[in-house]
């Protein structure tokens, strides 16, 4: 017999004066702290011995057979478990410390806080996995076990977690009659619903029609006519795609003109010489840059203009001034700030205004009075909530 492996007790961590000392930190009938930690085989062998010969039975109260029932092989449930809230717009990411001796984790999720009744989501064998299953604004709840090739921890604590709507600027006065024509784009198919308001809102389906997976909207009246041009842009590499109305939909498509990753399309008419200026806006500095129509569409770069992580662009002319006023909105929480331009810039903040986890700004004049009425989507009921201007500001809601 060895006791030359025993150094400290694998409960307590403290020096063994005994070989069997560590037997009297663990209560009885216990089966979990000692595994994995130290001693394993080794330490067992060892002990059963002692407790065999009676010597080390006295003195802890323990027998060999309290001993074969530890698991000495088994795992930790994994700690420090975070799922990111609101952080991607394509994914929630479920990050954790990693175990030793494990060499796979399974990831659990459920839309309740009920470990029991959570589904395998995944398995992994790095500290860490992305859901990109999860729809927009859902609160998910998830755990992960570790395992190896003889066992899986229990469960570890829960966290929870939400993926951020797309930021799209899709809606827009399509047939030019002054009314906001409700819209919406889906990356995965190119598939556009354009609900144009002099057909009686009913549901225009382009199959295919524009953009793709790397490509959001960015929809704004670029030629002047009045009539929204269909636009997307690609944050990979800050690529613009338009369809200009006053020409026949002709297709512009312009590689690099502005952007790139990080950077959220925000195209609106900040100049008010009736033509969109492409923008875009950044979360992390809250810069905003927009390439200025009436000025030859050189770049203004505005770093700390508005903003910041968790906002949103919302640009639109909420004064009716004929300006667009750089806005955002914060789907957790929503907050909606305003840049009045008709003000002097004036900085107006709406704590939870309109909107929440789950739902995209979509602000448009819906009802055709000039200022641009607050509204947000949500992709995943079909829900609009929009505040009109020409009724108080009130709110409307409909599914659609
Ligand atoms: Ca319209
Ligand atoms: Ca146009
Ligand atoms: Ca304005
Ligand atoms: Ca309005």
Do not use: H
């Amino acid at each position: 017999m060895s006791t030359s492996r025993i150094t400290d007790c694998p409960v307590c961590g403290q020096g063994a004066a005994t070989p069997w000392a560590w037997l009297t930190c663990l209560p009885r009938g216990s089966r979990g702290p000692a595994a994995g930690r130290r001693g394993g085989f080794g330490l067992v062998a060892a002990t059963a011995l002692l407790l065999a010969t009676g010597t080390a039975q006295a003195a802890t109260g323990w027998a060999v057979s309290d001993v074969f029932t530890l698991d000495t092989r088994g795992l930790s449930a994994p700690t420090g478990l975070t799922a990111s809230d609101g952080t991607y717009t394509d994914k929630i990411r479920v990050t954790w410390n990693a175990v030793s001796e494990a060499t796979n984790y399974l990831v659990y999720r459920n839309t309740a806080d009920q470990s029991s009744s959570s589904s395998l989501l995944t398995a992994t064998n790095t500290a860490g996995a992305d859901d990109k299953t999860a729809l927009a604004g859902v609160t998910y709840y998830f755990w992960v076990k570790a395992q190896n090739a003889l066992t899986n921890s229990a469960f570890s604590e829960s966290n929870s977690g939400w993926r951020r709507s797309k930021t799209t600027q899709v809606v827009g006065d399509y047939d030019g009659d002054g009314l906001a024509d409700p819209a919406t784009y889906d990356p995965a198919t190119s598939n556009w619903i354009v609900r144009l308001s002099s057909a009686g809102y009913a549901p225009l389906e382009l199959l295919g029609f524009l953009g793709g997976p790397d490509f959001v909207p960015a929809c704004a009246d670029y030629d002047g006519d009045r009539r929204t041009d269909p636009g997307v842009y690609a944050e990979t590499n800050g690529e613009w795609i338009v369809l200009l109305s006053a020409f026949g939909y002709q297709r512009l498509d312009l590689p690099g003109l502005l952007g790139g990753p990080g950077q959220s399309p925000a195209p609106a008419d900040y100049d008010g010489d009736r033509k969109a200026a492409p923008a875009v806006y950044a979360e992390t500095n809250a810069e905003w840059q927009v390439m200025l129509s009436s000025q030859g569409y050189s770049t203004l770069a505005l770093p700390g203009l508005l903003g910041g992580t968790g906002y949103a662009p919302a640009p639109a002319d909420y004064d009716g001034d004929g300006f667009a006023d750089p806005a955002v909105y914060a789907e957790a929480t929503g907050d909606w700030i305003f840049l009045l331009s008709l003000y002097d810039y004036y900085r107006l903040e709406k704590p939870d205004l309109l909107g929440g986890p789950g739902f995209t700004a979509v602000p448009a004049d819906y009802d055709g009075d000039a200022f641009a009425d607050p509204a947000v989507y949500n992709e995943t009921t079909g829900e609009w909530r929009v505040l009109l201007s020409s009724q108080g500001y009130q709110e409307f809601s409909v599914v659609l």
